[in-house]
């Protein structure tokens, strides 16, 4: 199995490291005061001027997969994960490349499941970053780990559907920019077969009853201006041209989003691990305590080592849950893909607290990176399913195939 960079992901690594260094860290503390300034769901000013340096410097829609042609940037998963990974250094740098989520995993529903309407009247505007998009799946009201308790509904009434439902943490719904949301819900309840209950449609944002209730906050951060709304869906309705594949279709659709998806969470916590390590270093070597820097303390000095051990442990099995999906699928992948999201959530929320805890008081403050970074690390150890899940289905399968040796 080779990870060694090819000339073109050498090329792109290079020109994205120059960017990031010259654009995105100058204007990190800028995004967020221009966040707090004005209008919280619209997108700091600053913001479309990196957009469109990074579309004349070829920096764009790199998450794509090669085989959807016209759209693509041309890369295999493998080749994205180390752009993927500088990307996540900086919490909201991705959207500057135009590979931010959920609009990522939403482009390739509408690449590989849409119709040639459906493509052109939100596909390309995603792919042209002139929109963004947002994914109503998780409700309040259910354990939506298990998604055969989503209780939304999207029943047929002639031309239309009308979909009513409860969801919250809709990532992306508060943004003024979001025009399309693909909603989750159940076309045909009483189906014998659990998995065929549901089906997704595309219900635009400004569609009447669509209500966007209130900003949820993870551990107090609303991660304006993309926000994660709750939402109502009342008596709501789109034509039936909105929907997506078929009735019926909706696990179908689910499972070919959130395999890349979930790995494209993973590149990006790297990156997040492997700058709280190099603030970490940085920290342990200036400060000084007892008469000498931290970094002459051996506690501190076995944290720093076991955080490298466990971030490249977790960048390797990113690497080859990533190759395994180019070689086959998500489905040949699914194990793999199980285990870097069981494995890189939590790696990431254990460096990026020995960061902290190394940082002090700072650690915790507003001044650093580190306290939004351990909330959004955190935040997805239930993203796109929760650990626990992933481990009874990892567990699962690894029994079974044992049971057949």
Not at 32 to 45: L, S
Not at 70 to 87: D, H, K, N, R, W
Not at 230 to 252: A, C, Q
Not at 371 to 396: F, K, N, T
Request: with cysteine; proline share 4%; charged share 25%.
């Amino acid at each position: 199995m080779d990870f060694e960079f090819s000339p073109k992901v050498r090329e792109l690594r290079e020109r994205l490291l120059a960017f990031m260094d010259e654009h995105v860290y100058p204007n990190e503390a800028l995004f967020f005061r221009q966040v707090e300034e004005g209008d919280r769901w619209e997108p700091p000013r600053m913001l479309a001027g990196l957009k469109a340096r990074a579309k004349e410097a070829g920096l764009w829609n790199l998450f794509l997969p090669k085989e959807y042609g016209q759209f693509s940037a041309g890369l295999t998963t493998l080749e994205y994960a180390p752009l993927a990974e500088i990307m996540g250094r900086v919490l909201w740098s991705s959207e500057v490349f135009n590979c931010s989520a959920p609009d990522t995993g939403n482009m390739e529903v509408l690449a590989r499941y849409g119709n040639e309407a459906q493509q052109e009247q939100w596909l390309l505007p995603l792919l042209q970053g002139e929109i963004r998009s947002a994914f109503a799946m998780t409700e309040p009201d259910v354990a939506s780990s298990d998604a055969t308790n989503v209780q939304t509904s999207i029943l047929r009434d002639d031309d239309d559907y009308i979909v009513n439902g409860h969801k919250w943490y809709i990532s992306g719904a508060c943004n003024n920019h979001t025009k399309i949301m693909i909603v989750m819900g159940k076309t045909d309840v009483d189906n014998d077969n659990r998995y065929q209950q549901q089906s997704m449609i595309l219900v635009p944002v400004d569609t009447e009853g669509v209500k966007i209730v209130r900003p949820m906050r993870v551990y107090g951060f609303d991660d304006a201006p993309e926000g994660h709304a709750e939402v109502i869906f009342d008596n709501v309705r789109v034509p039936v041209s909105n929907l997506l594949l078929g009735e019926g279709r909706g696990f179908e659709i689910a499972q070919g989003r959130l395999g890349p998806g979930r790995i494209h969470h993973c590149m990006r916590l790297v990156g997040l691990a492997q700058r709280a390590l190099e603030a970490m270093c940085v920290r342990a070597e200036n400060r000084v305590a007892f008469g000498k820097p931290l970094s002459k303390q051996q506690s501190v000095r076995e944290d720093i080592a076991r955080s490298a051990c466990e971030i490249e442990q977790a960048r390797l099995l990113t690497l080859k849950a990533a190759s395994r999906m180019d070689d086959g699928s998500n489905k040949a992948a699914k194990d793999l893909i199980a285990m870097i999201k069981i494995v890189a959530p939590s790696m990431a929320c254990t460096v990026i607290d020995r960061a902290i805890q190394i940082h002090g008081a700072a650690g915790v403050s507003q001044d650093f990176f580190l306290s939004h970074a351990y909330a959004a690390a955190r935040s997805i150890r239930l993203a796109d399913g929760p650990d626990q899940v992933h481990m009874m289905q990892l567990g699962r399968n690894l029994a079974a195939a044992t049971t057949n040796i």
